[in-house]
């Protein structure tokens, strides 16, 4: 098989981010596809196989691109188009992993998508808009696209934010849905509902409410716990034992937004308070500056949080 090199020229700057610090980004993507990245100047210098260098060829250009563009350009930036050229070889195109540019947009998610890269149990903590539960699910989704996990699960606690729905008709995933909604449009703008509804047929992607998680040992999945803030102590410990051989597991929630009877109920920020520093678990807290929504959000959160701090008794 032809293993003859392939030369892309690109500007320094370009050039400087496909390789990253201390050459990380190549090193990353030449484990990725079993190539050869080298920088003789002017470019890049690809050598494999056909089909490897075809999609190192993609996430470099992707890079460069960025770089180009005068964009930061994180490890995380790198894994995100490693994870979209790998889909590629298969039914999925480019975007399907990317679609609607999922890549972080500020440092702290991009230091989460580091923490979810590189830790079996990964807490995200902040407000809403920061991208916890978004991000998760393109990690979570990424990873099956690539091979490296059997399935993906996504569960969260079917808890009401303050409205009483009553009684919901039809089966299972009918019943559950309403709560998933915000999961079920993640994953469509990740994966295309195309792909989300092959997935989901042969079981490789399940939502479900934290209820269905008891008794059940999670190998080699992605697991995400959504709205973690609304499980009870009891529910956070039950699901965070329930991780496997070859699984990883994010757990996501605002601890400020708790929909419990009693918020001191709550079993997220319990479980970071025992958790935080043991070997193995990373915790990323976002801040009204990681907002991604729309500016007003920023603003509106800024607000509570300031609000918060006054009403505090001293």
Same mark, same amino acid.
């Given at each position: ?106 440092? =702290? ?32 989704? =990424? ?71 008891? =008794? ?99």
């Amino acid at each position: 098989m032809s293993r003859t090199p392939e030369f892309l020229p690109l500007s320094d700057i370009a050039v400087r981010a496909v390789s990253g610090p201390s050459g990380r980004h190549a090193a990353l993507i030449e484990d990725a596809f079993k190539v050869l990245l080298e920088t003789p100047g002017g470019g890049v210098t690809i050598t494999g196989d056909v089909k490897g260098r075809a999609s190192a060829k993609r996430v470099v250009v992707a890079v460069a691109d960025r770089a180009d563009a005068g964009d930061e350009v994180v490890e995380a930036d790198v894994r995100v188009a490693i994870g979209a050229a790998h889909s590629q070889g298969g039914q999925a195109s480019p975007r399907a992993v990317r679609k609607g540019n999922v890549s972080p947009k500020t440092k =702290g998610q991009a230091r989460y998508m580091e923490a979810m890269a590189s830790h079996p149990l990964c807490f995200g903590l902040g407000p809403a808009g920061t991208g916890k539960t978004f991000l998760a699910v393109a990690q979570g989704a =990424g990873m099956l696209l690539r091979g490296e996990v059997d399935r993906l699960i996504v569960t969260r606690p079917a808890v009401e934010a303050g409205e009483k729905l009553g009684f919901l008709p039809g089966d299972l995933n009918e019943k559950v849905d309403p709560y998933m909604a915000p999961v079920w449009e993640a994953l469509t703008d990740i994966m295309g509902a195309d792909q989300l509804r092959r997935r989901r047929e042969k079981l490789e992607i399940e939502v479900a409410p934290i209820a269905f998680m008891r =008794g059940r040992t999670l190998s080699h999945a992605f697991v995400i716990v959504d709205e973690a803030q609304n499980c009870s102590r009891l529910q956070m410990k039950m699901v965070l034992t329930r991780l496997g051989e070859g699984a990883r597991m994010v757990v996501t929630g605002d601890p400020t937004q708790v929909d419990l009877l009693n918020p001191r109920d709550s079993g997220l920020a319990h479980a970071v308070s025992i958790l935080e520093g043991v070997e193995g678990v990373a915790v990323s807290r976002f801040t009204s500056a990681d907002v991604v929504r729309h500016p007003l959000v920023e603003r509106i959160v800024k607000a509570y949080d300031a609000d918060a701090l006054q009403s505090t008794p001293r």
